[in-house]
Structure formats: C-alpha cells, structure tokens
C-alpha cells in the first residue's frame, strides 16, 4: 500500500455512458497526476494538479474528460459519452511540490468499455 | 524529441539469477525513477535515482546522467520479481513522467 488510493478498482460501461474515477493522495502531497496504461504500454500523462489548480493537460485528453480536485485534497476525473478507446487502467500518483518528485502511484481504476 | 526507451523487453531468469536492466534517455529528460508493476496492475517506486548509485536489498541501481542512461541491477533473483520494470523521467517543471516501454521480467521456480 502506497498511501495512494483510487476508487473504483474496475469499472465495466456500456459506450455512451458517464464515469466518474477518485483518487485521494498521501496526505501531505500537493501535486496530483493521472495517467493513463493500454496494455503492453507504459503508462501516459493525461492531467496534474498543484494543490487545486490544474495546471497541466495533455492532448490525450479530449473535451469528453475533466478533471477536478477542489479542496486541494482528493480528485476526479470524468469520462462523458465513454468510447470502447477509452478502455484502459486509469492510474493516480502524487508527490511533494519540493524536492525530489518522487511519485507514489494508486493501484489504479481498470474500465472496460463494452 | 523526449525519449525513453528501455531493453531488453522480455527477460525470463531462473530464480537465483542476476539481472541488469538498461535505460536510456534523451537530453530533455531528468529526475529518473524506476517502478516495478505487479500482476495486479499496482506501480510500485523503487528508485528516485536522478544520478549516482543506490542500494536496496537485492536491487541497486545506477545512473550517469551524462551519458544519459540508467541501470537497474536484481540479484539473486525471486518469483516475486516477476513484473514489469519500467523507468521513467520528466520533461518539464510540472515534474509529469515520460515512461519507457518497460521490461517484462518472468522469474522461473
């Protein structure tokens, strides 16, 4: 256990339909990162947070996702109108914003999209 | 561009074996870091290792940032290796990581 937690582990949708991931941080973290994992590939940023600002977003993530972390502490992120495409295991890690950034990940949410 | 890029790709070892596994990595990429992910998916931090060499338990590693590569060394290697080793850097002052492809290490009983 990392310290990093995400809810839910699997996720099974049928395309169209809405999802919602959460991520709670090891506590003291101020940056937050989702990335996401297709098989037999490394994992891909999609977003990061400093404390509640997004400040970063990848071109991987489309208008249909958004993600959110309002006080600071746990985050979001939603998939509207889901896509088999979107199948993959979306994955949370978090670190201090000094020092070294040694990231800390989640066990990750898996989505099926069927 | 960024580039990291990992080998070998697939690597079966009878247990007791000792491993080394390579990372190399292009100019724009620093604070190197190694993970280990299990069969269930769940990444694990084994290294920060933005230069010089570190050590813990049978696993050491070592990078030489200016020549841009970084080693990950298993010895006497176990079942409970098995998994993809990955190693990973940022690009940026978000610190957001670029991951290479990865190992795929099998460990035989």
């Known amino acids: 256990d990392t310290g990093v937690s995400q809810n839910p582990r699997h996720k099974i949708t049928k395309r169209g339909q809405n999802v919602t991931f959460r991520c709670d941080p090891i506590?003291?973290?101020?940056?937050l990162y989702w990335y996401r994992q297709t098989l037999g590939q490394g994992p891909e940023f999609l977003t990061y947070f400093q404390n509640e600002a997004q400040l970063e977003k990848s071109r991987l993530l489309s208008d249909r996702f958004s993600a959110e972390r309002p006080k600071g502490s746990f985050s979001t992120l939603e998939i509207q109108r889901t896509e088999q495409g979107d199948s993959a295991m979306y994955l949370c890690a978090s670190s201090r914003d000094r020092g070294s950034n040694k990231q800390y990940f989640g066990p990750g949410t898996r989505l099926t999209v069927t | 561009g960024i580039q990291v890029e990992q080998s070998p790709p697939d690597l079966i070892l009878q247990e007791g074996a000792n491993s080394t596994l390579r990372c190399n990595f292009s100019?724009?990429?620093?604070?190197l870091q190694w993970f280990h992910q299990n069969p269930w998916g769940q990444l694990i931090n084994l290294f920060y290792i933005p230069s010089g060499t570190k050590q813990n338990g049978r696993l050491s590693a070592t990078t030489v940032a200016t020549e841009r590569y970084s080693l990950l060394y298993i010895s006497s290697s176990q079942t409970t290796d098995s998994g993809v080793y990955f190693c990973?850097?940022?690009?940026?002052?978000?610190?957001?990581?670029?991951f290479g492809q990865g190992t795929t290490l099998q460990v035989k009983p």
């Open positions: 100019d724009s990429v620093n604070n």
């Open positions: 990973a850097g940022t690009s940026s002052n978000t610190g957001k990581l670029i």
């Open positions: 506590s003291e973290h101020n940056r």
